[in-house]
């Protein structure tokens, strides 16, 4: 580690000594709490355990699970030893999951008891895993978690720098494939003073852990949220009558939101007496409607953002009423510009496409360095997404481009190409265009038009269960529409915009 490098257990050293006795998370499901001081001591024993069965400087450490203390423990121990985490979407299909996982060939795997079977069975398909470990306490036939916090608290020192990887995110399936996103204890680093600065969080906060740290958003909240001295409420999974429940008893300040989550909260909260307006902030993407909801029954304020995996979740951030619809403006630590497809920069009020530079920007995508050229082409990350900057420099959204269309069901980041290519693996199937559509619960719903075989019968129902055996559930279409013939273009392709125009309008 050289003089000006700062790490992610950097931080967790720094947080022991100026708020070693304070609270720095709360596991729900078993009441556990640890200081800030006990987590730097539980972060040092399995960073110890994880060095005794050779794990170094890049390997990767894989992790498939609900949200808990030791999968935070994790992270700590790896950027600790210099080590990679990469984090599974646990709501992807098998075959989904096994590609993220042997893309990176990690050499140890942590798994929880939910998918301790389904894992059992691959062995095999997971050559470079050397190592098997439950997550959590679980018995089964992997090695306990507790085992590798059994020494004394130490390890051999290991040269970390602040450009060195710490974790790594698939994204959505673009081409045919995930890509995993390589983040920087730099970038991490970024975002938490970043997201500090503009809630002005502090040792006095406490931050609902409710989105999954398999997410650059539920990581990043709860760095950042680590980064301040404030306390953080782990919930496995969200209920929300629990959450409503939680907000009043532990004072909860703070949390990052993906609709439906806040107005599944409020529905609670309309229905208990419970005071939950101590949640002064909260970040995410929602309806204007849960929105203002939120504020008028806690005085609370609304974020906006704009970001992606690739930028630590965030370039811009503003608060709702101050620009009502935007993404608000460009972070202190980033710089954001608009191009057009030449990449010159385009005026105030024009479309273009989002390009960012800055600490928060991702290293590059993991073994694919065409693709990282490609993106960073011209000293820029080039995110695929579309917007405009009004006079005052606020961000307006104005989707994917074409070769990048991309829709978002509730947070997660799902490309049509992905669900047409599993909706045409049914045998009554001849063409499917799938398109994003208004969604009152998820902001953004998955629909897919198609057109039937002659002779083939299917209805939505059968096709929606076909396609969730194949994919992730939540990738699978919400709303079916049966065509006997599409608009077409000059090249005889599916007019996929007339399609959008024609069947993308609000569902009934």
Partial sequence: MGLYDFTFYDLIQRNATNFGKRPAWFEVDD???????EVKEQVNRLAGGLQQLGIQKGDRICAVGKNSLEFFLLYGAAAALGAIVVPINWRLSVEEALFNLNDCEPKILFVDADFQEM????????????????????GGDFAEFATLLDNPAEFDAVDVATDDGLVIIHTAAVAGRPRGALLTHGNVISANISLNLLFDLSVEDVHLNLLPLFHVAGLFMATGSFHAGALSINMN????????????????????????????????HEKSDKDITSLKTVKGIENPETIER????????FFCVYGQTETSAMATLGRYNDRPGSAGQ??????????????????????????????MVFKGYWNLPQDTEYTFRGGWHHTGDLGRFDEDGFLWYEGRKAEKE???????????????????EHPAIEKAVVIGVPDPMWKEGIKAVCILKPGQELDARGLIAFVSQHIASYKKPRYVEFLTEFPLLKDGSPDRAKIKELYGGPQE
């Fill in 237 to 268: 999974r969200f209920d929300a009558q629990q959450a409503v429940d939680l907000i009043a008893e532990k004072k909860v300040t703070v949390l990052y939101d993906f609709s439906p989550i806040l107005s599944s909260i409020l529905d609670a």
């Fill in 330 to 359: 460009i972070l202190e630590l980033a710089d954001v510009r608009l191009v057009d497809g030449s990449d010159n920069p385009v005026g105030t009020g024009e479309i273009g496409e989002i390009a960012v530079k800055g600490p």
């Fill in 406 to 424: 991309l829709i978002k069901p509730g947070g997660e980041n799902v490309y049509p190409a992905e669900v047409e290519r599993a909706i045409l």
């Fill in 294 to 301: 939120y504020q008028k029954v806690t005085g609370g304020t």
């Fill in 119 to 138: 894992t059992q069975d691959r062995k095999d398909k997971l050559p470079s895993v050397e190592h098997f470990f439950n997550l959590k306490p679980s």
């Fill in 31 to 37: 009441q556990r709490t640890l200081t800030f001081s």
